[in-house]
């Protein structure tokens, strides 16, 4: 099975500051790669699918990038709405699919 | 609008059985692979199922083959998740998703229900 592994787990940040989530998959997923962020108590929602793709609605501060082994999630200007915890997904293996940890995004 | 509901979530003891129901609105609900995605308590998401339009194709994460199953039926607009053999290490936050494919063939889940609770307790 894929595995994939996010880092930070946890951050502590301000209004304003650019922050970037890494996650790595143990194997190449090419550009199978989804970001979703999840709030407490909410469902996830999606950010970004196909390691760089924005998804409808989601404010242009998100992106993202990588392909292989190695993604980053990029928020350029860190706003009060984006705490939660933000899990990246590979959608790669044989349809059979796997979360990372989770980083967790205070502000 | 996309709308995803799950219901079917509860207590049970271990060993025990729960069918979880995820209706769909407001999409054409046979022109989409369904999943199901679990969340413990205070614990990150994990992929549980998904299935294919026709239900031709499903798969599942190693620890709940042989307990759980996927189905659906188009013509109610449903996606079901029958759940035996319950453990503790079971209990979570059911949630169903739509996958979207779209131009890029890279798959992701794209609309979410709210969840159903199920609890593995005696």
């Known amino acids: 099975d894929i595995q994939m592994t996010q880092s930070p787990s946890s951050l502590s940040t301000s209004v304003g500051d650019r922050v970037t989530i890494t996650c790595r998959a143990s194997?190449?997923?090419?550009?199978?790669l989804n970001w979703y962020r999840q709030k407490p108590g909410k469902a996830p929602e999606l950010l970004i699918y196909?390691?760089?793709n924005l998804q409808d609605g989601v404010p242009s501060r998100f992106s993202a990038s990588g392909s292989g082994t190695y993604f980053t999630l990029t928020i350029s200007s860190l706003q009060p709405d984006d705490f939660g915890t933000y899990y990246c997904?590979?959608?790669?293996?044989?349809?059979?699919?796997?979360f990372g940890q989770g980083t967790k995004v205070e502000v | 609008e996309v709308q995803l509901v799950e219901s079917g979530g509860g207590l049970v003891q271990p060993g025990g059985s729960l069918r979880l129901s995820c209706a769909a609105s407001?999409?054409?609900?046979?022109?989409?692979?369904m999943t199901w995605v679990r969340q413990a308590p205070g614990r990150g998401l994990q992929w549980v199922a998904n299935?294919?339009?026709?239900?031709?194709?499903?798969y599942y994460v190693d620890s709940v083959k042989g307990r759980f199953t996927i189905s659906r039926d188009n013509a109610q607009n449903s996606l079901y998740l029958q759940i035996n053999s319950l453990r503790g290490e079971d209990t979570a936050v059911y949630y169903c998703?739509?996958?979207?494919?779209?131009?890029?063939?890279?798959?992701?889940?794209?609309?979410w229900g709210q969840g159903t609770l199920v609890t593995v307790s005696s």
């Open positions: 407001g999409f054409t609900f046979n022109n989409y692979w």
């Open positions: 196909g390691a760089s």
């Open positions: 998703g739509r996958i979207e494919y779209g131009s890029s063939g890279r798959p992701r889940i794209d609309f």
């Open positions: 997904q590979q959608s790669f293996g044989s349809l059979t699919w796997t």
């Open positions: 299935i294919k339009q026709d239900e031709s194709e499903k």
């Open positions: 194997e190449n997923i090419n550009r199978h």
